[in-house]
C-alpha cells in the first residue's frame, strides 16, 4: 500500500506493481507527533498527515510539491526510520508542451525510484490496460432533496458523513482532490496515434499519460484557474448552495471564497477545519444550520402555514401518527398526537438549558431557565419538568418537543431537533419583526445571524473554536476579578480610564487583567476594557454577514449592559434585547415545532 495526497499523483503506476493507492484522508485526535518534530503553524492538513502517517505506520508514500507545507510534510518524514519508501514528484503549474514533458520525466523517476526499491520491473503491458480500462465517470445529478456543490480544500471525511446523514450527497464536489475529476480514460484516445513498433513508444504514452493527469480539473495551485470557474458556471443552476472548506493556517483558499461570494447568488457556508475529531461539534451546527436555512427558504414558497384542526384526518381521530410517510421526511422521532394546544421546545447549551411552553395561539406559557451540569440530559430533564411545573401542565399535555443547542441531540424525548442557529432566528422574528441581525453570545461560541424580512436565516458567522469573548470569557474574568457575573454590565459603567485589552485569548487576558490589577488599575476600568473587547469582537463577525440594523441580541451576555453599550457605540444603533434574552433560541424551537404541526396536519386534511 502507498500513500499518496494529490490527485494529479499517478496511480495507476503504483498499480502496476502490484501496489494499492491510499488517498490521505486523515482524521486524528491531536497532533502530538507532528508537534514534536515540526513547527506549530504548519498547515494542519499537513500536520494530520503527518501524524496520520506515522500513527497506522504508514511506510511508503509518494508526495508531490502541492504546496510549501506537503513539501515540508516530505522534509520531515524522509528522516524517520520507519518510512520504507518515500518520493517527491515536482508538479508543473501548467499544462503546456514543457509542462508536461517535465512532468513525464518525473514519471519516469517515480517508475525507476520503485524499481529500484522493491527490485521489481514495471510492467508497461500491464499499465496499459489499466489506463486502456479506465472509464469516464458518471459525474450526473444525484437526486436528493439538495444539491451541495463542495468547493476550496479537500474536506475532512467527517463532512461528508454529515452530508450523508442528512440524505445530501454533493452531486458537484469541486475540492481539490474530487475523485469525480479524475477521469483517465485517455488510453483510446491516445492509442492509436502512436505504433507500437516505434522506439519512443513508452515515452509517447507516458507522455500522453502526464498530459491527461495535468489536464484534469485544476486545483488552486494550477495557473488555469478559469477551468474551475467555467466548471460551476455551467452547474450553478442546479446547485442550492456551495459548502467552502478550508484549512486553518492555509490562506490560499480565502481568496477564491471571496471571489464566489462576490460572483454567485447562491448561499455558501465558508467551514474551517484542523482535520481533529474536535472540529466536528461546531462543524455540525454550521452545516445542520446551512441545510436548514435553504430547505426553509425552499418550502417558504410552497408552504402556505395556517392553522389546522387538531385532529388528523388521516388516522380518523387517532393519535399514532409515526407511519405517515410524510412525516418521516422531518426526522421526527415519534409523533405523540396531532394537536398543536402545546409545544415545548429546550434549549440545551453549555451554560444553561432553556425549556419553552407555548399554546396554540403561539403564546409563551412558561418558561425556565437551569444551569447546565455536568449531564446535559439531567439539565434537560430538569428544565423540562420545571417549565411543565409553572405551566400547571402534565407530560401528555405536551403535543411536540423540539430540542436545540449543542445537547440538542443528547436528549431522548424530544421529537425532532433543530439547530441553534435556526431557532435563535425564529425567535428573534416572533419577538420583533423588525429585527434583520442576531447577535447571540453564549457560554461557548458567539453568532450572529442574519435574516430576511420573513424571519428566514440567510447568512451566519461563528467564531472558531475559542472561548474568547462569550459567557465562559466573562466567568473567567469576573472571578479572577471577585465581582459577581451578574454585576459585571453595572460596575462597568462606572469606568473612567479607558483601558485597551489586547489579548481576547481566555487564558492571555487573564494574565493581563491578572498584570492590570497589579498595576493598581480600578475593577471598573477593566472590566469596560474587556467589553470593548467582546464588542470589537462581534463587529468582526458582523463584517463577515454585514451590518443591517435592527439588531437583537440573545443569550446569557445579553443580560450584561456593559455589553450592550459598548456594541452600540461602535454600531451606532440601539439593540433590542428581550426580557429573557436566554430563552430566545427554546422560543424559537417552540416555533418551528408549532409550524411544523400546522403544515402537517393541513397537508393531511
Not at 434583520?436 to 436565516?457: H, L
Not at 487576558?509 to 477593566?526: G, T, Y
Not at 440601539?574 to 411544523?596: C, M, N, S
Amino acid at each position: 500500500m502507498i500513500g499518496y495526497v494529490c490527485k494529479y499523483t499517478p496511480i495507476e503506476i503504483f498499480q502496476c506493481f502490484d501496489e494499492d493507492p491510499l488517498k490521505l484522508q486523515p482524521e486524528v485526535s491531536s497532533f502530538d507527533i507532528a508537534d514534536s518534530i515540526t513547527h506549530s503553524t504548519l498547515c494542519t492538513y499537513s500536520k494530520a498527515v503527518i501524524e496520520y502517517v506515522l500513527d497506522n505506520k504508514i511506510d511508503k508514500l509518494v508526495l508531490t510539491n502541492c504546496c510549501d507545507s506537503i513539501k515540508r510534510s516530505y522534509d520531515v518524514l524522509k528522516e524517520k526510520e520507519d518510512i520504507k519508501f518515500i518520493h517527491f514528484m515536482d508538479l508543473p503549474r501548467k499544462q503546456d508542451p514543457l509542462s508536461i514533458n517535465k512532468y513525464k520525466d518525473e514519471i519516469k523517476k517515480l517508475i525507476k525510484a520503485y524499481e529500484e526499491f522493491s527490485g521489481l520491473k514495471f510492467d508497461f503491458n500491464k499499465f496499459i490496460s489499466l489506463i486502456d480500462a479506465k472509464s469516464p465517470l458518471d459525474s450526473s445529478n444525484d437526486k436528493s432533496s439538495l444539491n451541495l456543490a463542495l468547493m476550496g480544500a479537500r474536506s475532512p471525511e467527517f463532512i461528508n458523513r454529515m452530508l450523508e446523514s442528512h440524505s445530501i450527497k454533493s452531486s458537484y464536489d469541486f475540492t481539490c482532490t474530487s475523485p469525480a475529476m479524475r477521469n483517465m480514460n485517455f488510453a483510446a484516445n491516445y492509442k492509436n496515434l502512436y505504433s507500437s513498433n516505434s522506439s519512443n513508444y513508452e515515452d509517447e504514452i507516458l507522455y500522453s499519460y502526464a498530459e491527461s493527469l495535468l489536464n484534469i480539473y485544476p486545483c488552486m495551485r494550477m495557473s488555469a484557474n478559469e477551468r474551475r470557474y467555467k466548471a460551476l458556471d455551467k452547474a450553478i443552476e442546479n446547485i442550492d448552495g456551495i459548502i467552502y472548506h478550508t484549512v486553518k493556517f492555509c490562506d490560499n483558499y480565502s481568496f477564491e471564497y471571496a471571489y464566489l461570494k462576490d460572483k454567485y447568488d447562491v448561499p455558501i457556508l465558508k467551514i474551517e477545519t484542523d482535520y481533529t475529531e474536535q472540529s466536528e461539534g461546531q462543524i455540525k451546527t454550521r452545516l445542520e444550520a446551512f441545510i436548514e436555512s435553504i430547505e426553509a427558504k425552499k418550502k417558504k414558497d410552497s408552504l402556505n402555514i395556517s392553522k389546522g384542526p387538531t385532529v388528523c384526518s388521516m388516522c380518523k381521530g387517532e393519535n399514532s401518527h409515526s407511519n405517515h410517510e410524510d412525516w418521516k421526511s422531518y426526522n421526527i422521532k415519534a409523533m405523540p398526537f396531532m394537536s398543536t394546544e402545546y409545544i415545548l421546545g429546550i434549549d440545551s447549551g453549555s451554560t444553561s438549558t432553556n425549556a419553552v411552553i407555548i399554546d396554540e395561539n403561539e403564546n409563551i406559557v412558561s418558561y425556565a431557565v437551569v444551569r447546565t451540569g455536568a449531564k446535559s440530559i439531567e439539565s434537560a430533564k430538569k428544565a423540562f419538568h420545571l417549565v411543565l411545573e409553572k405551566a400547571h401542565l402534565k407530560d401528555e399535555d405536551i403535543s411536540l418537543i423540539v430540542s436545540t443547542g449543542y445537547g440538542r441531540i443528547s436528549i431522548p424525548f424530544a421529537h425532532m431537533d433543530v439547530t441553534e442557529i435556526t431557532c435563535h432566528g425564529k425567535g428573534a422574528y416572533h419577538l420583533n419583526k423588525n429585527v434583520r441581525t442576531i447577535i447571540d453570545i453564549g457560554g461557548q461560541d458567539s453568532k450572529v445571524i442574519k435574516i430576511d424580512e420573513r424571519g428566514d436565516v440567510i447568512d451566519f458567522a461563528m467564531n472558531d473554536k475559542c472561548a474568547a469573548g462569550t459567557g465562559r470569557f466573562l466567568e473567567m474574568m469576573a472571578k479572577t476579578l471577585e465581582v459577581p457575573l451578574d454585576h459585571l454590565g453595572e460596575v462597568s459603567l462606572k469606568w473612567k480610564e479607558d483601558i485597551k485589552i489586547t489579548n481576547m485569548c481566555s487564558v492571555f487576558a487573564e494574565s493581563e487583567v491578572i498584570s492590570l490589577i497589579a498595576q493598581n488599575k480600578e475593577k471598573s476600568d477593566i472590566i469596560h476594557g474587556l467589553h470593548n473587547s467582546i464588542s470589537n469582537r462581534i463587529v468582526s463577525l458582523l463584517g463577515r454577514t454585514g451590518k443591517k440594523g435592527a439588531y437583537m441580541m440573545t443569550g446569557g451576555v445579553a443580560k450584561n449592559l456593559g455589553v450592550i453599550k459598548a456594541l452600540e457605540e461602535k454600531l451606532g444603533e440601539k439593540i433590542y434585547v428581550y426580557k429573557q434574552p436566554e430563552i430566545v433560541g427554546a422560543l424559537g424551537a417552540a416555533l418551528i415545532g408549532y409550524e411544523t404541526m400546522v403544515s402537517k396536519i393541513k397537508k393531511a386534511e
